[in-house]
């Protein structure tokens, strides 16, 4: 049980397009979903924290407006990198939990790619 | 704001030898939990800890809370090459998780 899913896990893009990225718990409803970034042999940053029905919570210095964040239901989670460019270049990863304070069940992640 | 600071960043372990991992918290943490990243992968859970001085053994590993719920290690003994991988603590204060920067370990058979 508890898995996590992320769409697509690989994307290439051109800069000043916009990519999403879809996270999915799909054996159990997620009412928290977290999403991190990770660049090449770093930690894992926070970006936002979404609750379903409400309105993300982003980290001090990520952009509201260009990684929009979508939890419309328990079970999915979108994030959507606007106008992307070179810099955005980063593995994404989400997480979900059930409970606060519980596991968080991470996804595999989605390697992005800004040409 | 909280921060959690992981030693050392890289482990290079002989096949067969013990090793530690520690991370200390600038603030005191409702529970502390480790993760495993593989090469190429992502983080899977390993275990929570919540209760101050709290023990938990998985295998070869030894997970360890402080006494004062700001520090915390992992022990690895007999290490192997499947234990290859980046280890991550993560504190836990209110709501927030806050990652360390990670354990790196290569073994060397």
């Known amino acids: 049980g508890a898995v996590v899913s992320q769409h697509p896990s690989w994307v290439i893009c051109k800069s000043g397009t916009s990519v999403k990225i879809e996270c999915r718990s799909l054996?159990?409803?997620?009412?928290?979903m977290f999403w991190y970034r990770q660049f090449p042999k770093q930690s894992l940053m926070l970006m936002a924290t979404?609750?379903?029905?409400?309105?993300?919570?982003?980290e001090q210095g990520v952009e509201k407006d260009k990684f929009l964040i979508n939890h419309a239901s328990l079970t999915l989670s979108t994030l959507t990198v606007t106008s992307a460019h070179p810099e955005d270049s980063s593995f994404y990863i989400c997480?979900?939990?059930?409970?606060?304070?519980?596991?968080?069940?991470f996804g595999p992640g989605t390697r992005l790619l800004v040409l | 704001g909280q921060q959690v600071m992981q030693i050392p960043q890289y482990q290079h372990v002989q096949e067969g030898e013990d090793f530690t991992t520690y991370c200390n918290s600038s603030?005191?943490?409702?529970?502390i939990q480790w993760y495993k990243q593989r090469p190429g992968g992502h983080p899977v859970f390993l275990i929570q800890?919540?209760?101050?001085?709290e023990v938990k053994k998985q295998k070869r590993l030894t997970f360890q809370f402080g006494e004062a719920k700001k520090n915390s290690s992992l022990h690895i003994t007999a290490t192997q090459t499947t234990d290859v991988g980046t280890y991550f603590c993560?504190?836990?204060?209110?709501?927030?998780?806050?990652f360390g920067a990670g354990t790196t370990v290569t073994v060397r058979a």
């Open positions: 997480s979900a939990r059930v409970v606060s304070g519980e596991t968080q069940y």
């Open positions: 054996d159990f409803q997620a009412t928290t």
């Open positions: 979404s609750n379903e029905g409400s309105k993300a919570t982003y």
């Open positions: 603030t005191t943490l409702s529970n």
């Open positions: 800890l919540v209760k101050s001085g």
């Open positions: 993560a504190g836990r204060n209110f709501d927030k998780l806050s």
